[in-house]
């Protein structure tokens, strides 16, 4: 079974920027839609950008022209780059496949946005 594991959050003010990774133990990216998911304390876990088999790429109305999902399918590695992040950005950021499945959930990563 291919585990997916979150990792390049962290703390960053207002404004600031940030890449996370999302690095798969197998060759899952060429095989389904991805999508990296976000949950913010006291919120449902929402998807805010997917990228598909064929490297077409979506995004959440409240990250567009801020975040930009991409992949290395030789790598089995997937990014989302957060730019101009403000305080509404803060959440738990979790990747998976779209729709999700239960047994890709990783730990996530962190993502605080503070001055």
């Known amino acids: 079974q291919v585990q997916l594991v979150e990792s390049g959050g962290g703390l960053v003010q207002p404004g600031g920027s940030l890449r996370l990774s999302c690095a798969a133990s197998g060759n899952i990216f060429s095989v389904y839609a991805m999508g990296w998911y976000r949950q913010a304390p006291g919120k449902q876990r929402e998807l805010v950008a997917r990228i598909t088999g064929g490297g077409t790429k979506n995004y959440q109305d409240s990250v567009r022209g801020r975040f930009t999902i991409s992949r290395d399918i030789s790598k089995n590695t997937m990014y989302l780059q957060m730019n101009s992040l403000n305080s509404e950005d803060t959440a738990v950021y979790y990747c998976?496949?779209?729709?999700?499945?239960?047994?890709?959930w990783g730990q996530g990563t962190q993502v605080t946005v503070s001055s």
């Open positions: 998976n496949i779209v729709p999700p499945q239960s047994k890709y």
